[in-house]
C-alpha cells in the first residue's frame, strides 16, 4: 500500500511536472517515438499484407515471416542493435519496427481475405480494375479489422518503448529505469502507471476508430439484421402448425 502511495505522491509532485525531464515531455518523447514506428512499420506491412490479401499468393511465406519476427525477442533485438549502432534512438527504432510489423501484416491480410469473393467478383463484372476494387471495394471493407491490427501494434509499441530508456534518454521508460537505478519505486511504480494511462487512451481512442471506419452500409445491414433476428424468432415460435407442419 505504501508503494502506491509513494507513486502517487512521485504523480503529484508539481517539482515532476515542469522542467527538462519532466513528465509531460517524457509523454511527448514516448508518444513521438511510438508514431515514428508505427508510421515506418505501416508503410512495410499493409502494402505486402495488402497485396497477399488482394491476389491470395505468399500468404505462407507472410505468416512464416511474421511468425518468426513474434519470436524474436525484443530487448536482446534492442541490445543486439545498441552494440552495432551505438547509444542513440536508432537501435530502439529498429527493433520496435520489427515488433511491429507482425500484428500489421496479419491485420491488412486478414482484412482483405475477409471480403466476400462474390463482391469482387460483381465489381469486376461492372469493370472496375484491380486498383478500383482494392480502393472502393476491398479497403473499406477491410478496414474494421485493418485497424484492429493497427490498434494492436499501437499498444504494443507503446508498451515496449520504454526500453528505449535502455540506450538512449528518452521516453517514459527513463522514470522506470532512473528508479530503479535510485531503488526510487515510487518513481518506477509511477513511471508504470503513466505507460499503462499513456496506452488505455489510446486503445479507447482506437476502439472509437475501429467503430468509425465501418462502411454505412455494412452498419446498416448489421443493425437490420440485429433488429429483424428477434421478431423472426418471435414469429417462428408463435406461428401456427399446419397441417402440412402436423403430417
Known amino acids: 500500500m505504501s508503494l502506491f502511495l509513494d507513486a502517487i505522491a512521485w504523480l503529484t509532485d508539481p517539482a515532476n511536472w515542469t522542467g527538462a525531464g519532466s513528465i509531460p515531455q517524457r509523454i511527448v518523447e514516448h508518444l513521438w517515438i511510438s508514431a515514428v514506428v508505427l508510421v515506418i512499420a505501416a508503410a512495410i506491412a499493409l502494402p505486402v499484407g495488402g497485396a497477399v490479401g488482394h491476389t491470395g499468393r505468399g500468404r505462407e ?9 513474434r519470436a524474436l525477442p525484443t530487448l536482446g533485438v534492442l541490445t543486439l542493435f545498441a552494440l552495432w549502432l551505438g547509444i542513440g534512438l536508432r537501435a530502439p527504432v529498429i527493433a520496435l519496427v520489427i515488433l511491429a510489423i507482425p500484428p500489421l501484416l496479419a491485420g491488412a491480410y486478414a482484412g482483405f481475405e475477409s471480403v466476400d469473393r462474390r463482391t469482387i467478383d460483381a465489381a469486376r463484372a461492372v469493370g472496375m480494375r484491380e486498383l478500383q476494387i482494392v480502393g472502393k471495394v476491398e479497403l473499406p471493407l477491410s478496414m474494421p479489422i485493418v485497424v484492429g491490427g493497427i490498434r494492436s501494434a499501437t499498444l504494443q509499441i507503446i508498451a515496449t518503448a520504454t526500453l528505449a530508456a535502455y540506450v538512449a534518454d528518452f521516453g517514459l521508460g527513463r522514470f522506470i529505469f532512473a528508479g530503479l537505478k535510485t531503488r526510487d519505486y515510487g518513481e518506477m511504480l509511477g513511471g508504470s502507471l503513466l505507460v499503462i494511462i499513456l496506452a488505455l487512451l489510446v486503445d479507447g481512442c482506437f476502439a472509437v476508430t475501429q467503430r468509425l471506419v465501418v462502411p ?3 452498419r446498416a445491414t448489421r443493425t437490420r439484421e440485429l433488429r429483424s433476428g428477434p421478431t423472426r424468432s418471435r414469429a417462428a415460435v408463435g406461428k401456427p402448425i399446419t397441417e402440412g407442419n402436423q403430417q
Open 61 to 69: 511465406p507472410v505468416v512464416m515471416v511474421s511468425g518468426g519476427l
Open 216 to 218: 454505412a452500409g455494412v
